[in-house]
């Protein structure tokens, strides 16, 4: 378990940020300067179009964005949710804390002690794509795409990122809430507790059984990022803001 989420924690979410776009790291900046202040910094995934540790075409495209977020670790506690895009981060940073897609879901409390599940939200998936997600963590698979993929100038890494430049990551997800109502068991979840997560992009909240499922948007869709309010009487909110 990390520690509580605190009031005033900054959530973030699938920025997809490729060499087209620049929002991410201008948001990083804000940060940085302490423009945005907060104490915790919860990164919930897909942040980058291609980031893998051990692969060294998205290592050096993202260089200065490795640097200036393990910068902001220093003075905010940054928690990184691995996702489905950006993983095998732990080697790449000193100051963040990492959690790789086998530790989530993270159980955490926010400060009155409501209990809230964070991960990216691509755990719970069907076999096929668990069992992928298994295979593309191997470190000797990802030392040898690596190989074959400098030899042959980032020919893999470039198709990966040009077929993401032609997904369209904002659109709706039909029948979202009976999607997501079908896997909630999985979380083993207590009633009243939240359960947060991206991959989606759906920016949608619904009560399942007692059980809040809150959908955080892409930041590349609508450049948003939300902030952590605790109220009397809603316990849990994200007031939302763009950068």
Do not use: W
């Not at 991410?24 to 202040?37: H, V, W």
């Not at 042959?152 to 979202?176: G, M, R």
């Not at 949608?204 to 948007?217: A, R, S, T």
Request: with cysteine.
């Amino acid at each position: 378990m990390c520690h509580k989420i605190k009031n005033g924690a900054i959530f973030i979410a699938d920025a997809h940020e490729d060499e087209n776009k620049s929002d991410f790291y201008n948001f990083l900046k804000m940060i940085d300067s302490k423009e945005l202040q907060t104490e915790q910094l919860f990164v919930m995934g897909d942040m980058f179009d291609l980031l893998v540790g051990e692969v060294e075409y998205g290592v050096k495209q993202y260089d200065k964005y490795i640097k200036l977020i393990d910068k902001i670790a220093l003075h905010v506690e940054v928690i990184y949710f691995e996702g489905n895009h950006d993983f095998g981060l732990n080697s790449l940073f000193k100051n963040v804390k990492v959690i790789p897609l086998k530790k989530q879901p993270i159980k955490t409390n926010l400060e009155d002690n409501t209990v809230v599940y964070l991960s990216h939200g691509d755990k719970y998936a069907d076999f096929i794509h668990s069992a992928y997600t298994k295979l593309i963590r191997s470190k000797q698979i990802l030392k040898v795409l690596n190989t074959i993929d400098r030899i042959s100038n980032y020919k893999i890494s470039k198709t990966i990122k040009q077929s993401q430049l032609e997904k369209n990551i904002c659109k709706k997800i039909d029948n979202f809430e009976e999607m997501i109502s079908s896997k909630l068991h999985l979380y083993k979840a207590d009633e009243g507790a939240y359960i947060v997560e991206g991959h989606y992009h759906q920016c949608h909240q619904f009560e399942e059984k007692g059980i809040n499922y809150l959908n955080l948007p892409s930041f590349a869709c609508n450049q948003s990022y939300f902030i952590v309010e605790c109220l009397q009487d809603e316990k849990f909110a994200l007031r939302g803001c763009n950068v």
